[in-house]
């Protein structure tokens, strides 16, 4: 399957990218990992950067470590509703502008749980959460942007889709993590290519994308079983990439030039890449938002 053939790091080669004074960007997951990477990266391109996490002291220390860098962190729980709304009210009362959104938080291979508002934990962080969030933002991202000079939406994805059924937030009856997280990541393409027709058939000045970062050495393969993070250790120096390799895609994606309108696009290795066939099916695609609305109290739109 395409899933099982995750290619080894071929590396991506970002092109030279032009810089970002002025804009704003949040990056969720930011406090570690790719997350942080992403969020240094664009901070070097001048963009003032929110780093959203629930780990107030990881925040902390992410700050710290890149002082001379335009950051700030912003507590968010992405698995509780409540938090999420809050952090978008507390935002959006800032009046700043909103230019990127890169929805990156994220976790795997966790045991069967639930999330206080009694989701499914894969589905409640890589995906719930995010579209919770980005919905709440999605005028401060309509009125950044412009023609020309478009606001982006960054959902990471991950070849584990290809593999993805999606039950809308229900775990079968016989519950595997693995199912479970690329049932949230093929959730976060539809999200993504509905989102990018709705943006487009009102012609609004947005695009969202989704984007495939590889097999990346992250704290998100710290729940594997002892005797694979054994193995992990000395395959991971051959086949996975670095953090901030991984990264480079993600902000590609937030801010190439050539990627300028251009919305709808599955992006591993730079390069726009066929998705997986359910993740195309548009009537699979309005069922989910329709339903993903009904979960965090949204009135569809």
């Known amino acids: 399957s395409k899933a099982a053939t995750q290619q080894a790091p071929g590396r991506f080669r970002k092109p030279k990218l032009a810089q970002q004074n002025g804009r704003f960007a949040i990056v969720t997951g930011g406090t570690r990992g790719m997350g942080f990477e992403t969020a240094k990266h664009l901070a070097r391109l001048g963009m003032h950067v929110v780093i959203a996490g629930n780990e107030r002291e990881e925040g902390a220390a992410a700050i710290w470590r890149i002082q001379e860098e335009d950051f700030e962190f912003a507590y968010v729980d992405l698995t509780c509703l409540k938090s999420v709304r809050q952090f978008a009210q507390t935002f959006q009362n800032r009046g700043l502008p909103l230019h990127v959104l890169v929805n990156n938080a994220g976790t795997m291979m966790l045991p069967e749980r ?34 020309g000079r478009c606001s982006r939406v960054v959902n990471m994805s991950s070849a584990t889709h290809y593999a993805g059924v ?5 775990c079968p009856n016989s519950y595997t993590s ?42 998100l393969y710290d729940n594997l079983w002892s005797i694979a993070q054994a193995l ?4 991971a120096k051959i086949l996975f990439r670095t953090p901030a ?54 009135q569809e739109a």
């Not at 999606?166 to 229900?170: A, F, K, N, T, Y």
């Not at 997280?181 to 290519?193: C, D, G, H, W």
């Open 114 to 147: 639930r999330t206080e508002d009694g989701f499914e934990f894969h589905f409640a962080l890589n995906y719930l959460g995010h579209f919770l969030l980005t919905n709440l933002l999605l005028d401060t991202l309509k009125r950044s942007g412009r023609q």
């Open 232 to 235: 992990k250790k000395p395959v």
């Open 245 to 298: 390799q991984g990264a480079s895609i993600s902000v590609y994606a937030a801010a190439a030039s050539e990627l300028e309108g251009v919305g709808g696009c599955y992006l591993y290795n730079g390069h726009r890449k066929q998705s997986s066939d359910t993740s195309y099916d548009s009537e699979l695609q309005a069922e989910l938002w329709k339903k993903s609305c009904e979960l965090v109290g949204l």
């Open 166 to 170: 999606v039950l809308l937030g229900d």
């Open 178 to 219: 693995l199912g479970a997280y690329a049932q949230s990541k093929l959730a976060l393409v539809l999200f993504t290519y509905y989102l990018q027709e709705q943006l487009a058939a009102g012609g609004f000045p947005v695009t969202a994308s989704a984007v495939d970062p590889g097999m990346v050495n992250t704290p």
